[in-house]
Nanobody
């Protein structure tokens, strides 16, 4: 069993900053690509930022220059530093990870999702 647990969401004023964290735990053999997605009310879930195990990153155009994704492989943790936040960044933010997990005598590799953390940007 593998679990992803996000933290760090909250209410912040426009122009403010937040740092999200996501810790993967359980029978992890290898933790590969990790990413942050978000879903605003009435909209589809969208990719915010992704990072490979070796640290290569990609970002949605809407967050480039404002958000930074990073990871700590030893701690199976991914972070999202969000600066210059805008009201349109308001959403539930979800952690996603491509993980190979130990399942008895086997390894099972698939995507895992966290339950999400609410980020609200409002004055």
């Amino acid at each position: 069993q593998v679990q992803l647990m996000e933290s760090g969401g909250g209410l912040v004023q426009p122009g403010g900053s937040l740092r999200l964290s996501c810790v993967a735990s359980g029978s992890i053999f290898s933790n590969n690509a990790m990413a942050w997605y978000r879903q605003a009310p009435g909209k589809q879930r969208e990719l915010v930022a992704g990072i490979t195990r070796d640290g290569s990153t990609n970002y949605a155009d809407s967050v480039k220059g404002r958000f930074t994704i990073s990871r700590d492989n030893a701690q199976n943790t991914v972070y999202l530093q969000m600066n210059s936040l805008k009201p349109e960044d308001t959403a539930v933010y979800y952690c996603n990870a491509d993980i190979a997990a130990v399942d008895g005598d086997y390894l099972t590799r698939r995507d895992y999702w966290g339950r999400g953390t609410q980020v609200t940007v409002s004055s």
